[in-house]
């Protein structure tokens, strides 16, 4: 009877494990540019015995073609498989239009792999470099995302952001009733894992600038609560338990202190909390609705929304002098900035016809496009290389998550295979 119940739970933990598993987000590209640069990843020579449980050149020809930038060969199109540039017959690849060509190499480790990657360019007929990752038994996706990083910063300047990831709120229904889940996956939605469950709404994940913490606004205790989380040690910490509203929290570009709404003394305005001293220094005070801070890159200011002039439009408050200036003037509603990691370029949620979609602003300019033609757009979070931003929206009742390019000429879409997702945050950088 005991071995009986003994297997049945068994079960249990491993069907709901596989469940976890395979609840990935799947990447829809709905928009690319026009003349995306033609590239050819060459499956990859394994030296070792067995199989790979990843294919490694497969995943960066994927992630170069999620960037919207590239247009990879198939492999069915490939006259040939190079493993190294001896092997390249440049004509061969002229033929298909190929710009560039990928070749490489992977060896076993005593403790996991190294990838000997190259990039040659075919129409000048020359090796650009070779380069090695390393990685552990579980990181040939990491070593992946490495090499597609370098191969996409070699060709167009731009750092890449395919190391990067993401976490986001999942809603599910357990056994009748919601449940939320706080989850982080790799950014092109592989690897999807949950960091904690909760019975009560979770909301505003955002990194820390190290990438090893999280702050966020959990329900859990019955009323709104601001709560920074360990990711590596999953140890937590309880930061606010006010009366009224605790929301938005932010960090300092320095991940010494966090952004944060309160409406302890009355109104919700905006403060900030210094980690090291536990100390609340109160920033706006205004009879209006002060909201959403934001940092700027340079920590000396930070945007935020405010209806003080009518309607909710985004003000910036430079806190040496405490004065405050409004940003947004085109249209009704603005809302949720975010800023650009170069200063220059405001991202928000627009009301454009009646409808929320994600729109960005020139700040020296003014000047303002809207990116997104989907409706209730909201939550934009930026991605280290302000290429792309990540936004939730809907896809018919279901929630889902999506991404556009700053230029708004690539656009595609994560929907979850379980749950309604929304609330994303795109990680920093961790070198």
Not at 274 to 290: C, K, V, W
Not at 318 to 331: E, S, Y
Not at 351 to 360: L, Y
Not at 365 to 377: A, I, N, P, Q, Y
Request: hydrophobic share 40%; with cysteine; proline share 6%.
């Amino acid at each position: 009877m005991i071995k009986s119940l003994l297997k049945t739970l068994i079960a249990i933990v491993i069907t709901s494990a596989c469940l976890e598993a395979r609840a990935q987000l799947v990447v829809d590209i709905t928009s690319g540019i026009d003349d995306p640069t033609p590239i050819a990843v060459s499956p990859f020579s394994w030296s070792g015995s067995g199989v790979l449980p990843e294919d490694v050149s497969g995943i960066i020809s994927d992630d170069l073609r999620r960037s919207g930038l590239f247009a990879p060969v198939p492999k069915a199109d490939m006259l040939s498989f190079p493993k190294a540039p001896k092997d390249v017959v440049f004509r061969d690849w002229r033929i298909l239009g190929t710009e560039y060509i990928v070749t490489g190499r992977i060896e076993p480790q005593a403790s996991g792999y190294l990838l000997t990657f190259d990039l040659m360019n075919v129409f000048g007929q020359h090796k650009m470099f070779t380069r090695q990752v390393r990685g552990g038994q579980t990181q040939l996706r990491d070593i992946a995302h490495r090499a597609a990083d370098e191969i996409f910063e070699a060709v167009t300047g731009i750092r890449g952001a395919f190391s990067t990831e993401m976490v986001y709120v999942r809603e599910e229904t357990r056994g009748g009733k919601p449940s939320y889940v706080l989850m982080r996956a790799d950014i092109d939605g592989a690897r999807a894992r949950p960091i904690r469950r909760f019975d009560a709404p979770v909301m505003s994940p955002m990194w820390a600038p190290n990438g090893q913490e999280l702050a966020y606004v959990s329900f859990e205790t019955g009323r709104p609560a601001i709560f920074r989380e360990n990711l590596r040690t999953g140890e937590r910490q309880q930061l606010t338990n006010f009366k009224g509203l605790n929301s938005s929290p932010t960090w300092s570009p320095d991940g010494t202190k966090l952004a944060m709404v309160l409406s302890k003394d009355g109104n919700p305005e905006i403060y900030v909390l210094d980690l090291a001293s536990g100390q609340f220094t109160r920033m706006t005070r205004h009879f209006s609705i002060d909201t959403e801070p934001n940092w700027m890159p340079d920590g000396k200011s930070l945007v935020f929304t405010s209806d003080r002039g009518g309607k909710p439009q985004i003000y910036q408050l430079t806190l040496a002098t405490g004065q405050v200036d409004r940003l947004t003037f085109d249209g009704d509603y603005n809302a949720r900035p975010r800023i650009s990691p170069d200063g220059k370029t405001l991202v928000m949620v627009h009301r454009n016809r009646g409808t929320f979609t994600i729109a960005t602003m020139d700040i020296d300019s003014g000047r303002m496009r809207v990116l997104t033609e989907t409706t209730l757009d909201e939550s934009p979070s930026i991605a280290p290389n302000g290429a792309m931003l990540m936004y939730a929206t809907k896809l018919g009742d279901k929630g889902i998550l999506a991404a556009v390019s700053l230029d708004a000429g690539v656009k595609y879409n994560l929907p979850s295979d379980r749950g309604d997702v929304r609330e994303p945050a795109w990680s920093p950088y961790v070198d």
